[in-house]
């Protein structure tokens, strides 16, 4: 029988070597040993006297197999005995791995052969030992473990916690004491009088302004502020009706200065930036996924921050509209496993994920919950289900709300104009109503008469993009338009783009969408930017939509004119200047420039 070169430490070693264990007899035990009276008797010869463990560890599962001291050379076999050998090699062998694979054949004949009268039951092999420590095997183990030579328990710690105490979350990064140059004092002064008449007057103050007098600062930069500003200065930044590749590096920046810092982001300005993260492009796709996990990810186990029910709608909301199905609703019963209840951001998302999957019964099944639920409806929960609609092609179900929501309009001259702080103050309103309501349901048909179910500028922009661009309805489109002016809508960029999208798809000879509607739209474009026009500006898509539209009626002459009054018109950088002068090329190419060539797509 092979036996392994380092026994050291293991019962098998103490029992073939017939020796106690180095382990044992060259290390004084650290416990008392109690005797027992009635254990002084050696029950067998051939065993040496060795200390094992406490027998308040007395395992409670019988074992098949007792031990048997016939013979010397049965020693190893019934050792080796199926259920008498830990389950565990790394118990006794913590030294080296354990890849000797062992023979049990033996084992079994012995245990197979035994007559009934040499079992012995449990009490007794117990009584093979003389004493035990009052110890258990887990004291032992950490005992062998101990790398400072036995006598010094390893350091307690460091365990670090995030703490959310108001007092720790506004934690001064700006020693009071400290006398600063008054160069930086009147550079801090002007900055906190910047960002608290964003914060009061939005439109006031531009962002740009905000961040240069942020930068002006020495580094490191967020050790000049209190804490109020800090978190002041990261609110206001946040504040972007569309969040776009600039405003999002911008944010991360500051984030990335704070954390540098050593200082705490809140909840809300980790649910800020997973929002960046997944927005700041026109269609999310997996990678701005990604990035909102790996946010998600070091906010809750780096960070220590719990996700919100805000947290949860942000990352629903990215998956769904990246095409994560699947990850969607794994994210959806994780917000119900932590008892996350219902708000009116999680109801419009919903019913969006329903629409997104072509469901027509499911965004009437999510309309309807959130209806029973108790949340007031307005213009932005209808046009949730007339873009669902839309997207199910149920055309017919989505003019029926959009005509409800006509209906609902008493007086088209009353209604507030809208813009995205105004909204936005509005949802707060309602989320309060339905906080309410959820105590005093009585209340509910009065706030609902406050809240305002009429048509807005996203109706008609999920209206003319369907009835435009996708069908090529020239007269749908036309009285959308018109009913715009009855109730108020002002012209934006979105429309004008729609338009000309469907007039670069639909547009050539014998079409309705003709080359003098087409010249009546670009006047009226070019009037609304000269006005500076709120929303309204030339983008690329903007222009790429407006070259690929005159493409199918205009000379090569009449190219090159559009293009010079986009040019001195818009405010692109270096690189998308010549992004456009390469894509006017290309159309340029083209026979008779109309496109054909499937490398030209918007």
Known sequence: ????????????????????S????STPSLYITKLRDDCREAICDSLPAATSRSCKTRPKKKHNASCTFTLARHISSTIAASGSRPSSFSYFNSNFPCSRKWNHAAATTVDVALPSHITRPKHELLEIID???????????EFLRDPYLRRYAPADGPYLTVSDKSEDVSLQSVDHSQRLDPEETEMVRKLREAVILKLRRPATVDLDTVYALYQALPEPRISHLTARLRHQLLAV????????????LRYFSVVTDVKNSGFPLTGPEWNTAMSFASRYVGRSTEVELEAALHLWREMEQVSGVKGSDVTFNILFDVATKAGKFGLAEMIYQEMITRGFSFNRYHHVSLIHYFGLKQDSGGVRAAYKRMVESGEIIDSTVLNAVISGFLKSGEEESAERVYEKMKES???????????????????????????????????RPNFQKTAIISPDLQTYRLLINHYGPKLGDLTKVAQFLDEMKLFNVPLHGAIFLALFKAFGKHGGAGSDWSAERLGSVWSAFLVALDSETEGLQISTWMAMAILMAFARYSSRGQMLDIYEALRSRWNLDPANSQFMMDFLGKIMKQPGFHVKSRDITL
């Open 1 to 20: 029988m092979r036996i392994f070169t380092r026994i050291d430490r293991s019962i098998y070693g103490a029992i073939l070597s017939r020796r106690p």
């Open 22 to 25: 180095p382990a044992l007899s």
């Open 131 to 141: 004493s035990y420590d009052d110890t258990t095997v887990e004291e032992h183990l």
């Open 237 to 248: 930044l946040g504040m972007m009706e569309r969040k776009d590749s600039k405003s999002m």
């Open 409 to 443: 309009t008493r007086d088209p001259k009353s209604l507030p104009d809208r813009n995205y702080m105004v909204q936005k103050n509005i949802t707060k309103v309602l989320m309060m109503f339905a906080r309410i309501t959820k105590k005093h349901p009585d209340m």
